[in-house]
């Protein structure tokens, strides 16, 4: 996808970009857990074509995706093998409690270079950031917080050549059980998946 301009995303408090040009349906992929699924779903269900569908990477925090020949990869390469491989992919820093290394990250990036198409271009965020100082108990207190700045410093880090888009947010009333995205809110995430990237 060729990008024009950065542009701010009002609804989210967040950049985005805007797109020049379409890219094919399901063209691009994802890495994540079940806050991706949220965003996938939502993704689709707003009418997004460009990224996969969800496709039960639920409870695939980073550690499951450091061995590249995991069952979550197996998973995504069912994917790659349904649609081709992705030009582009999403890669969603998850945690629970426990959190996630810096080295696991750039584990992440790498074995997504190795699933995908050559030169993929990589995107990579946090999980949803919360509004109104709410906590997720699956990722333990300021857990999204500590994604999102992960997310940041790989993007900062020019050996890993990855874009981060901006950061993911949910609203009062968009959240069931105080940390997944309910049918509103993950519709609210689908339309932030399609500001950022088509």
């Known amino acids: 996808m060729r990008f024009s301009s950065i542009l701010p995303f009002a609804a989210a408090g967040v950049a985005t970009v805007s797109a020049q040009t379409a890219d094919p349906a399901h063209s691009m992929g994802f ?3 079940s806050m991706a699924e949220n965003v996938a779903q939502g993704y689709v269900a707003v009418k997004g074509q460009r990224m996969w569908g969800p496709y039960g990477t639920s409870g695939m925090v980073v550690q499951s995706w450091t061995n590249t ?4 990869w197996k998973l995504f390469d069912q ?5 081709g491989k ?7 820093i998850c945690i629970f409690t426990n959190g996630a290394t810096y ?4 584990q992440l990036i790498a074995n997504t ?5 050559p030169n993929a271009t990589v995107y990579i965020t946090g999980q949803p950031l919360y509004e109104a100082g709410q906590t997720c108990q699956l990722a333990g207190p300021k857990g999204p917080e500590s994604t999102d700045a992960l997310a940041q410093q790989a993007a900062k880090d020019t050996t890993q050549n990855v874009i981060y888009p901006g950061s993911f947010l949910l609203k009062p009333g968009e959240v069931q059980d105080g ?3 309910n049918t509103v809110g993950q519709q609210s995430l689908g339309k932030q998946a399609v500001a950022f990237w088509g």
């Open 69 to 72: 020949n995991s069952q979550s």
């Open 103 to 106: 080295s696991e990250v750039k």
């Open 113 to 117: 270079r190795q699933h995908a198409a």
């Open 86 to 92: 992705p030009t582009a992919v999403w890669v969603q």
């Open 179 to 181: 940390c997944h995205a």
């Open 79 to 83: 994917q790659a093998a349904k649609y």
């Open 31 to 33: 890495i994540g857990c």
